[in-house]
C-alpha cells in the first residue's frame, strides 16, 4: 500500500511538472517571437533597436567633440508607414546614450531605429538607420 501510494504521488507530480512545462512553453510571449533588430552606424553616432518585456526600444549612442546640434530619435513602424516614437533634444558633448521605449508594439509589425542629427541649427541633417526588428 505504501509503494502504491508513493508511485500514485510520484506520477502525479510528474503529470503537473509536464502540464506546467507545457503551459510554459506555450506563454512565451510576442517578445520571444521578435527577430532581427541590432546597431547601425559607427561607433560615436549608433542607433540601435531591440525587443524584451513586451516591447520594443531605440536607443542612440553618441559622442561627439561639442554638443553643437539637435538630436532627433525615432521609431519607425515601417508596416503603418508611420512614427511609434519620436523625441528631439541637444546633443551632449562626450558619451551619451539615450532610450526610447514603446511598450505596447504591435506583434507582426517591421520596426526600425532612426537618429538624426541637426548641426548648428539646421534643417539639414546626418542620420544613421537601426537593421528591421520583426516584433
Known sequence: MFGNGVRKTAMALVG?????GLALAGSTGTAAASSGGGCGGPDWEQVCV?????????????????????????????????RALDTSFGCHT??????????????????????????????????????DLFY
Open 16 to 20: 503537473t511538472a509536464l502540464a506546467t
Open 50 to 82: 531591440s525587443a524584451g518585456n513586451g516591447s520594443v526600444t531605440a536607443t542612440a549612442n553618441t559622442n561627439f567633440g561639442n554638443g553643437n546640434c539637435t538630436e532627433e530619435v525615432i521609431l519607425w513602424d515601417y508596416t503603418t508607414g508611420g
Open 94 to 131: 562626450g558619451p551619451y546614450s539615450f532610450s526610447y521605449t514603446l511598450s505596447n508594439p504591435s506583434p507582426g509589425h517591421d520596426y526600425k531605429a532612426e537618429v538624426r542629427l541637426y548641426w548648428n541649427g539646421g534643417s539639414n541633417y546626418d542620420y544613421q538607420l537601426s537593421p
